[in-house]
């Protein structure tokens, strides 16, 4: 069986899970009983993967170190509203290090961050670190070629062509909006925040060379310009973002990605879709 067909097998094996799931979660009176079956939704992310929290969210385990890509759990953000549960405080515990892309309210979320674990580290750029700040929790400033190192390898900004105020809509490439390039002892993994097609996505394939690649499929490079980023960047697996947690304004049950069917074939083999809370390993030989 192929790996999509696998990961496709597994989607349905999963969303079928979903609903039993919460079907036993409606049906069960007591809050406690509800929360557990949450909790069993979601559960303990498995070590050394990548597991997919709903939209821009994504749980990176490296040897029971925790990384976090921009979490909002909140029930209802700008324009956005959240159709599924959260993930229970006990499926974070392990995190340490949150990476803010940029502050917009689906990425940058301050009463979720404000619930982590204390002792995590947030990396930020400079305008999400000032309303992080406002709120009394101290946030790291990155700008584009900064590094973090982590006890499993290091943490790299690269620009994105993004909005990086609260509610900016110009794409610019100062800086105020960022991806990150996470360096692991099993493979490199790219997450690309919010970007457009630009050329700072050449860059990153040329000297970073990841080799599995989180883009913003939903959000900004749907279609073909999702084909092309991924060529640009090169890796071997595009996991797509952006789809799977909140309803939007215009589209209210964006369960996949827009323009799946084009992409699925602009990206063939190439493009793991995860639904929420499944994972997939960072070593390449543990998915076969
Ligand atoms: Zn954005």
């Given amino acids: 069986m192929s790996r999509r067909a696998i990961h496709r097998a597994l989607g349905i094996a999963f969303c079928l899970t979903i609903c039993m799931a919460l079907a ?3 049906s069960l009176s007591a809050g406690s009983s509800c929360a557990a079956a949450i909790a069993e939704l979601f559960g303990r992310p498995p070590a050394n993967s990548i597991t997919f929290w709903g939209h821009a969210c994504f749980y990176i385990d490296i040897d029971g170190y925790g990384i976090v890509t921009d979490p909002a759990f909140g029930d209802r953000l700008f324009l956005r509203w959240r159709r599924v549960p959260a993930p229970p405080r006990s499926s974070y515990g392990r995190a340490r290090l949150i990476l803010i892309s940029h502050a917009h309210p689906d990425h940058l979320d301050l009463d979720t ?14 305008p999400a670190a000032g309303l992080i700040s406002e709120r009394g929790i101290d946030a790291k400033v990155m700008r584009p070629g900064d590094s973090f190192e982590y006890p499993g390898g290091k943490v790299v900004a690269v620009v994105a062509k993004h909005a990086g105020s609260r509610y900016g809509v110009r794409s610019l490439t100062d800086g105020s909006a960022l991806g990150f390039v996470i360096y692991t002892p099993y493979s490199t993994v790219y997450y690309s925040g919010d970007t457009n097609l630009f050329e700072g996505l050449d860059d990153v394939g040329r ?7 989180i883009l913003n499929i939903s959000g900004h490079l749907h279609g073909k310009d999702a084909v092309e980023a991924a060529r640009r960047v090169g890796a071997g697996t595009i996991i797509p973002s952006h789809f799977g947690a909140y309803g939007h304004l215009f589209w209210p049950e964006q369960k996949l990605p827009r323009e799946y069917d084009e992409m699925l074939e602009g990206l063939g083999e190439t493009m793991v879709l995860l639904h929420l809370g499944e994972s997939l390993y960072l070593d390449p030989e543990s998915n076969d």
């Fill in 207 to 213: 000297v970073h060379a990841p080799d599995i690649a």
């Fill in 113 to 126: 961050i404000a619930i982590f674990p204390g002792g995590v580290t947030i990396l930020c750029p400079e």
């Fill in 24 to 26: 036993l979660a409606v």
